[in-house]
C-alpha cells in the first residue's frame, strides 16, 4: 500500500478500526510481552517453542498495529450523501443477474466483506459499477469469465 493512498472507509468503519488498534495496543501488546517474558524464564530459548509462538505473536501483533495506523492515517470517511441513482462509493446496489437478485455495498478495500455483501470498490464488480445508475447493464469481468448484471436499485 502506498503511503500517500487514500483509504476510503466509512464512519463505522473507521471507527471498528480505531478500537481494533486500541485493543492490539493496551491489551495484546502487553498480553504478548508477558508471553514472551515467561517463556524466557524456562531457560534456553533456543529450543523453546513456547518463547518461538510469542516471537511470532509479537510479530503478527506489531505488524497489524503498523497496517491499522496506516489505514487510520490515510482515511478518508465516505460521506451517506449520495448523487440519487448514481452507485458511488459508500452506495448500496441491488443487482439483477442470471443467479437472481443481489446486493452489494461498495466499500473501500480495507472493509471489505465479499461474504457480508460489502465488496470492494477496486473489485471487479465494484469497478464497473462504479458511476452507473439505475437501469443500466453492466458487464463485469470476474475470475469465472463475463457476468452480465442490470442495476435495479441504488440506496
Do not use: C, W
Not at 16 to 29: D, M, N, P, T, Y
Not at 89 to 96: A, F, L, P
Amino acid at each position: 500500500m502506498d503511503n500517500d493512498k487514500v483509504v476510503y472507509i466509512t464512519q463505522q468503519g473507521l471507527n471498528r478500526l480505531q478500537a481494533e488498534l486500541e485493543h492490539l495496543r493496551s491489551k495484546r501488546r502487553p498480553e504478548v510481552a508477558d508471553r514472551i517474558r515467561q517463556a524466557k524464564e524456562f531457560g534456553d530459548i533456543n529450543e523453546n517453542a513456547e518463547y518461538d509462538d510469542a516471537k511470532n505473536e509479537q510479530g503478527f501483533v506489531e505488524g497489524r498495529i503498523l497496517l491499522l495506523e496506516k489505514l487510520l492515517r490515510n482515511a478518508s470517511i465516505i460521506e451517506g450523501q449520495h448523487a440519487k441513482g448514481i452507485v458511488e462509493v459508500g452506495s448500496t446496489v441491488k443487482v439483477h443477474d442470471e443467479y437472481g437478485d443481489e446486493s452489494f455495498t461498495i466499500v473501500g478495500s480495507a472493509e471489505a466483506e465479499p461474504t457480508k455483501g460489502r465488496i470492494s470498490m477496486e473489485s471487479p464488480v465494484g469497478k464497473a459499477l462504479l458511476g452507473r445508475r439505475v437501469g443500466d447493464d453492466v458487464t463485469v469481468t470476474t475470475p469465472g469469465g463475463l457476468s452480465k448484471m442490470l442495476i435495479v436499485e441504488v440506496g
